[in-house]
C-alpha cells in the first residue's frame, strides 16, 4: 500500500503546518503509524507515534510543540506542527504498521522548509 501524505511546505519560524497521511482502503488492519523526518546530511528519526489505541510518542525536540493524532475511520495519520524551528526543515515521511507480519509501508515524503 503507497500511502499519501500531504501538507508540507515553505512556512516562517514560528507559524504552522498540518501534515496528512492516509492509506487507502486499509480499513481495520492498521495498528501503529507515526512520522520520521530526514534533514539533509542526517539520518532520518522518528518524530512521533501513535498506537491503534491513541497512545503517542515524541522525540524530545518536538515535545509541547508537534501533535500526532488520527482518524482510524479514514485510516488517516496528522501531525499538527506549531511554533516551527528552521531546524525542523526536513522531508518528513508517514509510516503504517500493520497486523499480522505484512511490512510496514511508507509515504512517499513531503519537504517542510522553515525559513525567514
Known amino acids: 500500500v503507497q500511502l499519501q501524505a500531504s501538507g508540507g511546505g515553505l512556512v516562517q519560524p514560528g507559524e504552522s503546518l498540518r501534515l496528512s497521511c492516509e492509506a487507502p482502503?486499509?480499513?481495520?488492519?492498521?495498528?501503529?503509524m507515526g512520522w520520521y523526518r530526514q534533514a539533509p546530511g542526517k539520518q532520518r528519526e522518528l518524530v512521533a507515534s501513535?498506537?491503534?489505541?491513541?497512545?503517542?510518542n515524541y522525540a524530545d525536540s518536538v515535545k509541547g510543540r508537534f501533535t500526532i493524532s488520527r482518524d482510524n475511520a479514514k485510516s488517516t495519520v496528522y501531525l499538527q506542527m506549531n511554533s516551527l524551528k528552521p531546524e525542523d526543515t526536513a522531508v518528513y515521511y508517514c509510516y503504517t504498521d500493520w497486523r499480522g507480519p505484512r511490512p510496514r509501508s511508507w509515504g512517499q515524503g513531503t519537504l517542510v522548509t522553515v525559513s525567514s
Open positions: 501513535i498506537t491503534s489505541g491513541g497512545s503517542t
Open positions: 482502503g486499509s480499513g481495520f488492519s492498521i495498528t501503529d
